[in-house]
């Protein structure tokens, strides 16, 4: 009986503490910088874009929400032709990013993406770029990887020495 | 009491038991989201208020399914006997000095007869439903509430023996010099735990029990049925709350104030109470209830009208 009376006495001293609730739409909640929300795609520093459409992101979503056909451009850079999310599917996992080895698909701390209708929620290549780097400036995948394309030969990557003529017996 | 008069009263009483019945609604969401720190409903209209009015217009649109198994004509007839015995009840609580229904000499026992009417209602419905669960609540409530009946009805004995009457005007009238919640402080800690499980409040609400019997009787109600059912819950709470302030807290009686305002504060402070109960306390068990009744609270409450009994007559 005795405790039935203080717990009931300390729940109504409840009524003097600070409310937890966030009032939403007009109180933003405090949201961490690695949250998982919208996703996006980036762009290297130069403005190119970062996808090479790889299709690793595809393979290693667990829903299968994300569809991409892979292109070629004239200089020999590849490209999505197309890039789709479907975010009705989409369960914000965060493992397209970890698999994406050019740092271009990134999830943002943006969850405000309610729609009236399901079609709505399917985003497409220029829905999901972005004008910027996202979560890794100055990040090129082109000026580090040892891919040659046009403009750039093998070896002339950062960081990269010229290839060795393995049929010349010079030093 | 003319006759205009006393209809007015009487649809003063229905529309303002009604109101409160449904603001308890409200009320209980708002205090008990204060007491677990949040805010409660609070979009709708001044500090939510109209939440009340919103969830109406929803529930009056949803279907009113009645299972193709159930017992229809009892079906539809149990939920309403709650809101009805338990409306009749207030018509002998005295509000105010002549503000009053039916100045019944046997108030007390008009009181008491309704309310244990309102077991009909859940025992009916959870019969009528033909399902397991709403069969166990049903049997549940027709024990708690019989056990729970017997010393609700004794703990109030005290009361009568002290102010010699049954008419709830004259109980009041008695207690201008010294509430009953002094002498008789045994008998309101009886009475309010019994009307606690009279109204199966949390934390007597084993007829529906959520974790257990899905929501015990009115399992299968839906639509206004269901609302009818909760609507009985709050208007048993007031109902108790104003039997409470009325028996044991001197009614309308209080200084400065005018008699129906102290009345609605009282009644307020023991439905706030109800409320707190419910935010703070967990559920016993079936068999902790009844043995709790049987065993403790029924020889407590004979107890305490000995005693008062004997200090009555040796104070000649």
């Given at each position: 009986?005795?405790?039935?009376?203080?717990?009931?006495?300390?729940?109504?001293?409840?009524?003097?503490?600070?409310?937890?609730?966030?009032?939403?739409?007009?109180?933003?909640?405090?949201?961490?910088?690695?949250?998982?929300?919208?996703?996006?795609?980036?762009?290297?520093?130069?403005?190119?874009?970062?996808?090479?459409?790889?299709?690793?992101?595809?393979?290693?979503?667990?829903?299968?929400?994300?569809?991409?056909?892979?292109?070629?451009?004239?200089?020999?850079?590849?490209?999505?032709?197309?890039?789709?999310?479907?975010?009705?599917?989409?369960?914000?996992?965060?493992?397209?990013?970890?698999?994406?080895?050019?740092?271009?698909?990134?999830?943002?701390?943006?969850?405000?993406?309610?729609?009236?209708?399901?079609?709505?929620?399917?985003?497409?290549?220029?829905?999901?770029?972005?004008?910027?780097?996202?979560?890794?400036?100055?990040?090129?995948?082109?000026?580090?990887?040892?891919?040659?394309?046009?403009?750039?030969?093998?070896?002339?990557?950062?960081?990269?020495?010229?290839?060795?003529?393995?049929?010349?017996?010079?030093? | 009491?003319?006759?205009?008069?006393?209809?007015?009263?009487?649809?003063?009483?229905?529309?303002?038991?009604?109101?409160?019945?449904?603001?308890?609604?409200?009320?209980?969401?708002?205090?008990?989201?204060?007491?677990?720190?949040?805010?409660?409903?609070?979009?709708?209209?001044?500090?939510?208020?109209?939440?009340?009015?919103?969830?109406?217009?929803?529930?009056?649109?949803?279907?009113?399914?009645?299972?193709?198994?159930?017992?229809?004509?009892?079906?539809?007839?149990a939920p309403g006997?709650i809101?009805?015995?338990?409306?009749?009840?207030?018509?002998?609580?005295?509000?105010?000095?002549?503000?009053?229904?039916?100045?019944?000499?046997?108030?007390?026992?008009?009181?008491?007869?309704?309310?244990?009417?309102?077991?009909?209602s859940?025992?009916?419905a959870?019969?009528?439903?033909?399902?397991?669960?709403?069969?166990?609540?049903?049997?549940?409530?027709?024990?708690?509430?019989?056990?729970?009946?017997?010393?609700?009805?004794?703990?109030?004995?005290?009361?009568?023996?002290?102010?010699?009457?049954?008419?709830?005007?004259?109980?009041?009238?008695?207690?201008?010099?010294?509430?009953?919640?002094?002498?008789?402080?045994?008998?309101?800690?009886?009475?309010?735990?019994?009307?606690?499980?009279?109204?199966?409040?949390?934390?007597?609400?084993?007829?529906?029990?959520?974790?257990?019997?899905?929501?015990?009787?009115?399992?299968?109600?839906?639509?206004?049925k269901?609302?009818l059912f909760?609507?009985?819950?709050?208007?048993?709470?007031?109902?108790?709350?104003?039997?409470?302030?009325?028996?044991?807290?001197?009614?309308?009686?209080?200084?400065?104030?005018?008699?129906?305002?102290?009345?609605?504060?009282?009644?307020?402070?023991?439905?706030?109470?109800?409320?707190?109960?419910?935010?703070?306390?967990?559920?016993?068990?079936?068999?902790?209830?009844?043995?709790?009744?049987?065993?403790?609270?029924?020889?407590?409450?004979?107890?305490?009208?000995?005693?008062?009994?004997?200090?009555?007559?040796?104070?000649?």
């Open positions: 009986m005795w405790s039935h009376l203080r717990s009931m006495w300390l729940v109504f001293l409840h009524a003097f503490r600070k409310r937890e609730t966030v009032l939403y739409p007009e109180v933003k909640p405090a949201i961490p910088p690695r949250w998982r929300g919208r996703i996006i795609l980036s762009r290297d520093p130069d403005g190119g874009e970062r996808c090479v459409a790889c299709y690793l992101c595809a393979v290693a979503c667990p829903v299968d929400c994300i569809a991409l056909q892979a292109a070629e451009d004239e200089y020999g850079r590849r490209y999505p032709a197309f890039f789709r999310i479907n975010f009705s599917r989409c369960i914000f996992c965060g493992f397209c990013e970890e698999a994406c080895p050019t740092c271009a698909i990134q999830l943002t701390p943006d969850f405000e993406m309610g729609e009236y209708h399901r079609a709505s929620l399917v985003y497409e290549k220029e829905d999901l770029l972005i004008s910027g780097p996202g979560k890794y400036p100055g990040y090129n995948f082109y000026r580090v990887a040892g891919l040659a394309i046009s403009g750039k030969a093998k070896g002339e990557a950062e960081n990269e020495a010229p290839p060795v003529d393995v049929k010349s017996l010079l030093p | 009491m003319n006759v205009t008069g006393t209809l007015i009263t009487i649809a003063a009483v229905l529309v303002a038991a009604l109101a409160i019945a449904g603001l308890n609604i409200w009320l209980e969401r708002r205090l008990l989201g204060l007491w677990q720190d949040r805010y409660g409903p609070n979009r709708v209209g001044p500090f939510g208020l109209l939440q009340v009015l919103a969830d109406m217009i929803k529930i009056f649109t949803k279907e009113d399914w009645i299972p193709p198994f159930a017992d229809k004509p009892v079906f539809v007839i006997i809101v009805v015995t338990t409306l009749i009840a207030f018509a002998v609580i005295p509000y105010a000095p002549g503000v009053v229904v039916s100045g019944l000499d046997i108030g007390v026992l008009f009181f008491l007869a309704m309310s244990s009417l309102g077991v009909y859940v025992v009916l959870g019969w009528a439903s033909d399902s397991k669960y709403a069969l166990i609540g049903g049997l549940r409530a027709v024990a708690q509430m019989l056990g729970y009946e017997v010393y609700l009805g004794l703990s109030i004995m005290g009361v009568v023996m002290l102010a010699g009457s049954f008419n709830l005007r004259l109980i009041v009238e008695a207690q201008r010099n010294l509430w009953f919640c002094i002498p008789q402080f045994l008998g309101l800690v009886i009475f309010f735990i019994a009307g606690v499980a009279e109204a199966h409040r949390l934390p007597f609400d084993l007829p529906e029990a959520e974790s257990e019997l899905v929501a015990g009787y009115h399992s299968e109600y839906s639509g206004m269901f609302a909760f609507f009985g819950e709050y208007l048993g709470i007031t109902l108790i709350s104003a039997m409470i302030a009325t028996l044991f807290f001197g009614g309308w009686l209080g200084p400065w104030l005018p008699p129906l305002a102290w009345f609605a504060l009282k009644t307020f402070f023991f439905i706030c109470f109800f409320i707190l109960l419910r935010a703070s306390l967990p559920r016993p068990r079936y068999d902790q209830l009844m043995a709790w009744g049987w065993k403790i609270m029924l020889p407590l409450a004979l107890a305490n009208i000995l005693v008062t009994g004997a200090v009555i007559v040796t104070r000649g």
